[in-house]
């Protein structure tokens, strides 16, 4: 075997100009594929790792019993929520911890009344990682000693025909079933260009939601990570210092988002294969048209002694050679590109108006170095190498050698 590696590794590179030209192929297809799982990284920590930042975080922690009566959003209190913090903060991928009291209820002006979320947070540990707080466009952003006040999204201020300094009517449902109703005034409007979510939900402080709606402490703790994919580790560091306590990730709390992020990677998978699959043809080619140049070779290794199936494997060998050398140079090119993409990133600024998701790239969009995937694509291109290498290789097999070596 050792002689057809010698024999494989010299025969590849007496023809540099073919042999380069199929490494390029290779390796381009390697890069674009690294570049593109880079780049689909880079959209989905943009956009959906923002959706699931405006929503309530990467990881949720309430207290037992919720995820029963989650339909009803429920008022549990946590039992010791600073234990909750404590945890989730001596993780290192935890950018911050915060709490909330999250309830339903209505709000109302002249306009009409509108069936909201209304969640009580604490405003200056989430302005560093939720980026409504980092959107308001109109008036300012709640601070921890607002009372009486309410920061709502854009959306919901057109449909309500309200602007900062207007008194609205809020009403919500407290710990104990009760509808507790307060006159609340504007202080900010956040707007993120998606009316949809914009219309959801209206914030206010953590001590405003824990006086109004009777709750000690806080219902629920919001964990926001760096990166999505994240949370399965966070939660398994969690969940053994903090028994009787339901952590989630937004998976379980967002399942249409989860869906949604899901149908993308398969969507993106389909296409890659297509893409090296239109690759490997290409390589097929180049592969089948050394044989018919290497005629009179092939002749004289079968006046040599070598059988037809020893001719096979030493193409064989070349193909998957040429397919580990191309590898190497996809790599170093993938990485070269995302590399630097990382520290510019992308400028999605312009494009804000195309779909309306675009919004929540907030500008820029950093690809990551595209190696989620790379023992799958790598896997990928050697199977096609050796695979593209099969058909010429039965062709080289099947050349009689004194008909090849009379081949001009």
Request: glycine share 10%.
């Amino acid at each position: 075997m050792q002689l057809y590696l010698r024999l494989a590794w010299r025969n590849i590179w007496r023809h540099k100009r073919r042999t380069i030209i199929i490494v390029l192929a290779m390796s381009l297809t390697l890069a674009l594929m690294m570049w593109y799982d880079g780049l689909m990284n880079g959209f989905t920590d943009a956009i959906y790792g923002n959706a699931v930042k405006i929503l309530g975080g990467n990881v949720q922690v309430h207290a037992e019993g919720y995820r029963a009566e989650a339909n009803s959003n429920p008022l549990f209190p946590l039992v010791d929520p600073q234990a909750v913090i404590n945890a989730a903060e001596a993780n290192p991928l935890t950018l911050a911890a915060t709490q909330r009291i999250s309830t339903g209820g209505l709000v109302t002006s002249r306009e009409g009344a509108f069936s909201v979320g209304i969640i009580g947070i604490e405003p200056e540990k989430e302005m560093t990682v939720n980026i409504i707080g980092q959107n308001v466009k109109e008036g300012r952003n709640l601070t921890s000693n607002d009372l009486d006040s309410v920061l709502i999204g854009k959306g919901l201020a057109d449909a309500m025909g309200v602007k900062v300094g207007d008194r609205i009517t809020m009403v919500g449902r407290s710990q104990h079933e009760q509808m507790r109703q307060r006159t609340m005034t504007v202080i900010g409007i956040f707007d993120l260009g998606l009316t949809d979510i914009e219309k959801q939900s209206v914030y206010i402080s953590l001590g405003e939601a824990q006086a109004l709606y009777e709750v000690t402490g806080s219902t629920e703790v919001a964990i926001f990570l760096e990166k999505l994919g994240q949370e399965s580790a966070v939660i398994e560091s969690m969940q053994p210092g903090l028994p009787g306590y339901e952590i989630e990730s937004f998976q379980a709390n967002y399942p249409d988002l989860a869906s949604a992020i899901n149908t993308k990677s398969g969507v993106m998978d389909v296409f890659s294969i297509i893409i090296i699959a239109i690759a490997g043809v290409g390589i097929l080619n180049l592969l089948l048209m050394a044989v018919y140049e290497r005629t009179r070779e092939i002749g004289v290794l079968g006046a040599m002694g070598l059988k037809p199936n020893q001719i096979s494997m030493l193409f064989v060998l070349e193909g998957m050679m040429i397919g580990l050398v191309g590898v190497a140079a996809g790599i170093i090119l993938g990485l070269a590109i995302n590399g630097y993409l990382m520290k510019v990133g992308l400028d999605f600024g312009n494009m804000t108006q195309a779909a309306s998701y675009m919004a929540l790239i907030q500008s820029r969009a950093y690809p990551t170095w595209g190696i989620e995937k790379l023992p799958l694509r790598v896997s990928m291109i050697l199977i096609i190498s050796a695979l593209a290498a099969l058909i010429p290789a039965a062709e080289a097999g099947r050349r009689e050698p004194a008909e090849a070596l009379h081949f001009v």
